[in-house]
Every structure is written in C-alpha cells, then in structure tokens.
C-alpha cells in the first residue's frame, strides 16, 4: 500500500465520521423544528405534494432489510424522484442507531407499531430556512460524491 493510499483511505474514514456525525445533528435539530417526514409512504406522499421543500431525503436499512423486494422498489422510485428533483439523497446502514438519535420507541408498550424509519425527509420550514453547518457538511459530501459519479452515497451509523 502506497503512502498516498493509506492517507486517503484514512482521511475519507475521518470524512465518513464527520458527515455521519453531521447526519445525526441534522435530524435532531430538524425534528425539534417538526422538519422530518418519517417513513416510506409518508415521504412520497409529501415529494409528490412538495417536493421544493425538501433540502435531504436518507433511505435507511439494516442487513436484514436488504432481501426486501418491496422496500428496495420504494428506494429506486425515490432516488428517482429525487434525482428528478435535485434533492439530496443518502442510504445509510443502522435502523437502529437512527431510532436511537431520534429517541424512537422500538418496543410497543402501547400496542402501537414503531415509526417506519425506513426513509426520513428533512424539509425547510416555510418561514426561517435551516441554515446550518451539518446540513451545509451534508450537501457538500452529496455534492462531491455526485462529481465522483456516486449518486447515491452510502454512510454506515455506528450504534453506539
């Protein structure tokens, strides 16, 4: 392995953490501010009413999600979409580390199903736009991956 080789492989790791970081800021902050549309029907449902007001779409699955036929369908329908739509667009592993950023309710203590977490949209609130850094970190890793002919860059959570 060339010197070149392990600075690259090690400053793209630093450049994964640092856009899965900004990732998870990102939701958080845009839950507070009720700009998340979570789950798979509830998503389209929105991009097909408005789709100008939606800055990030993150398509999520864990190993186990990857043999659903189904799912995988909805994912290609909304890349598509996106891509139509210049909406930035992330598939990310780790369902269960998004419940956990987003404080979700795995168990059903209520007898109510968990959030289909599956797809989240973070959209601009009509009055004050999200102007933050994660957003801006997020957008610029999308960006930079679309010139490498990526167009739908993947990030990998790690639970913890």
């Known amino acids: 392995m060339t010197l070149e080789e392990v600075v690259g492989s090690n400053s793209t790791e630093k450049k994964m953490e640092t856009v899965s970081q900004a990732l998870e800021e990102l939701l958080v902050a845009a839950q507070r501010q009720d700009c998340l549309t979570v789950g798979v029907y509830e998503s389209a449902k929105l991009m097909n009413v408005d789709p100008d007001s939606v800055v990030l779409c993150v398509l999520a699955t864990d190993e186990e999600d990857e043999d659903d036929i189904a799912l995988q369908i909805h994912f290609t329908l909304l890349q598509a979409f996106c891509c139509d739509n210049d909406i930035n667009i992330l598939r990310v592993s780790g369902v269960r580390r998004l419940a956990h950023v987003l404080e979700e309710d795995?168990?059903?203590?209520?007898?109510?199903?968990?959030?289909?977490?599956?797809?989240?949209?973070?959209?601009?609130?009509?009055?004050?736009?999200?102007?933050?850094?994660?957003?801006?970190?997020?957008?610029?890793?999308?960006?930079?991956?679309?010139?490498?002919?990526?167009?739908?860059?993947?990030?990998?959570?790690?639970?913890?």
Do not use: K, M, Y
């Open 106 to 160: 795995t168990g059903d203590s209520n007898g109510n199903e968990p959030r289909d977490l599956h797809c989240i949209l973070v959209t601009n609130p009509p009055v004050q736009p999200l102007q933050s850094t994660a957003l801006q970190n997020i957008s610029s890793f999308c960006e930079e991956s679309r010139c490498r002919n990526q167009w739908v860059p993947c990030l990998e959570l790690q639970d913890g």
